[in-house]
């Protein structure tokens, strides 16, 4: 299929599997944060180590002694529901891995992963004028990723989408007997609890950054880019 | 560039309202999710069969839970659930320093036992320092002394179809219209032949206290606690738990947690 299109400054950004991963990541994410806090709601303590001090005090984060910590409308569902939170957790959870795969194979497999996002000599040099660029919020369309969204990027797929499954299945009694190093590694099954807390946080923290930036560089471009795969850079590009 | 203004503020106008309505309204869009017969729920727990299948398939079926040292006990063991029985029955047994207590095993065996603790104490025992996953999220690390349930199941014979263990409790965890509902809970033989799936009557070196399951409780080290039954009154082996409660396997599961909880 070929189309003609009379903008020459439109150009192919993303690949299908790029995108159905990304919209497979937006997606489980909203939910894995919902019934995330919900399950977190269901003992709202964090702590560091192998067990949760009762008789000892080994607590990082307490929220809510009485009553629920995280409000209803930050829930899924909205009411106090383990049962229900869980459900949807693991099953969010196999949504997020498979578009984790997914976008590796088709990343690897088109180049993308070292054409696009690998950081080169050059990022690293102009990572400076491009924080300014951004500070003085001004958003070029360029035809490659700048240094800071491949950094950006680089994090979440390299280091926050690793930690959170890796935190996660630290905390399954099934899978602490077959890998005990895993919970061992991450410093004790309560701590890789309450690292998941924290990689989810930075995890929204980037969620936010990202829709702010996309409001910013320009939220139709970007959509369509990532919906279409087509996206309009700036002019002389 | 006037009209590419208008028309980013009119995105972003919808972009926040699309925002607030999400957030004020979104979860309750969800709260479906909490209905027993949503057919959305439904095909989300398969999810769960998905996280067995791939447990029981891709890691070491024999793997042992990690065992800890006596001096990661540093508490008393936290007990949750139900915690001090009512019922009459029981309460005769805890009057009587559960002398009268007889563990019967039935069902899909050749042998039915009736087993008294004096029974149990005398077969080979297990002592394991394990840490006790709560669904809730919290850990405690405690040291449990009892026989490895596949030498009871041994000693009583399996017969064909022998797929499940249903384990049946004393205690009334809740009363209903229907009348009282007292705790159980089934394992399959995976985890039933395993050597660190005990029914322990000794804790931290002591016995059994009342709050933690006294005479006897279910340790099943590679799943959650509310797979370890407390209180175990009897056990039966079974090939199917379709008839039992609700059908799911548990009480819990009944109330829509997973049977499976490795995870």
């Known amino acids: ?237 | 560039m006037c009209a590419t203004k208008i028309n980013r503020r009119a995105v972003l106008r919808l972009g926040g309202a699309g925002v607030v309505t999400a957030t004020l309204g979104g979860c309750k869009a969800f709260d479906r999710l909490a209905d027993p017969a949503d057919p959305l729920r439904h095909y989300m727990e398969r999810a769960n069969r998905l996280t067995m299948a791939a447990q029981r398939g891709l890691l070491d079926r024999e793997a042992m839970a990690q065992e800890f040292q006596w001096f990661d006990i540093r508490q008393p063991q936290r007990p949750n659930g139900v915690t001090d029985p009512q019922d009459l029955d029981y309460l005769a047994h805890v009057a009587t320093g559960f002398s009268g207590y007889r563990l019967s095993v039935s069902g899909l065996v050749k042998r039915p036992q009736t087993l008294s603790l004096g029974d149990l104490e005398a077969m080979p025992t297990r002592r394991q320092i394990t840490r006790h996953d709560c669904v809730e999220g919290w850990s405690c690390i405690a040291q449990w002394t009892g026989v490895p349930l596949s030498a009871v199941l041994d000693r009583a014979g399996l017969l064909p179809g022998a797929n499940f263990v249903l384990i049946r409790c004393f205690d009334t965890i809740e009363r209903s219209l229907s009348g009282a509902v007292k705790y159980y809970e089934t394992i399959d033989m995976v985890d039933a032949m395993h050597p660190q799936t005990i029914l322990a009557f000794g804790m931290n070196g002591s016995a059994l206290p009342v709050p933690n399951g006294a005479p006897l409780r279910l340790r099943v080290e590679r799943q959650l606690g509310y797979k370890m039954a407390k209180y175990i009154r009897a056990i039966e082996v079974v090939d199917s738990f379709a008839g039992v409660g609700g059908g799911r396997g548990g009480y819990w599961e009944d109330r829509g947690y997973a049977w499976y909880a490795g995870i």
Not at chain 1, 70 to 92: K, Q
Not at chain 1, 159 to 174: C, D, E, N, Q, Y
């Open chain 1, 1 to 237: 299929m070929h189309r003609v299109y009379s903008n020459k400054r439109l150009i192919k950004r993303h690949t299908v599997t790029a995108r159905l991963a990304h919209w497979g990541w937006a997606i489980s994410l909203l939910f894995l944060l919902g019934s995330g806090l919900q399950i977190f709601n269901a003992h709202p303590v964090l702590y560091i180590g192998d067990q949760s001090g009762f008789g000892f005090d080994n607590a990082v984060l307490t929220l809510g002694t009485e009553g629920r910590a995280f409000p209803a409308w930050a829930t899924i569902p909205s009411g106090m529901d383990l049962a229900t939170g869980r459900i949807v957790h693991f099953f969010f959870a196999w949504v997020l891995v498979s578009a984790l795969f997914l976008w590796l194979l088709g990343a690897l497999v088109s180049g993308h992963l070292w054409r696009n996002l690998r950081p080169t000599a050059r990022d690293l040099r102009s990572l400076g004028t491009d924080i300014r660029t951004h500070a003085r919020f001004h958003f070029p369309h360029r035809r490659t990723y700048g240094p800071l969204q491949k950094l950006s990027y680089g994090a979440v797929l390299f280091a926050l989408f690793p930690l959170i499954v890796a935190t996660g299945l630290a905390m399954s009694p099934g899978m602490n007997a077959a890998a005990p190093w895993l919970p061992d590694l991450l410093g004790g099954r309560q701590t890789a609890r309450t690292l998941h807390f924290c990689v989810a946080a930075a995890l929204l923290g980037f969620f936010v950054l990202h829709i702010v930036m996309v409001v910013l560089a320009g939220p139709l471009n970007e959509l369509r880019a990532m919906v279409t795969g087509w996206y309009r850079i700036d002019e002389g590009e």
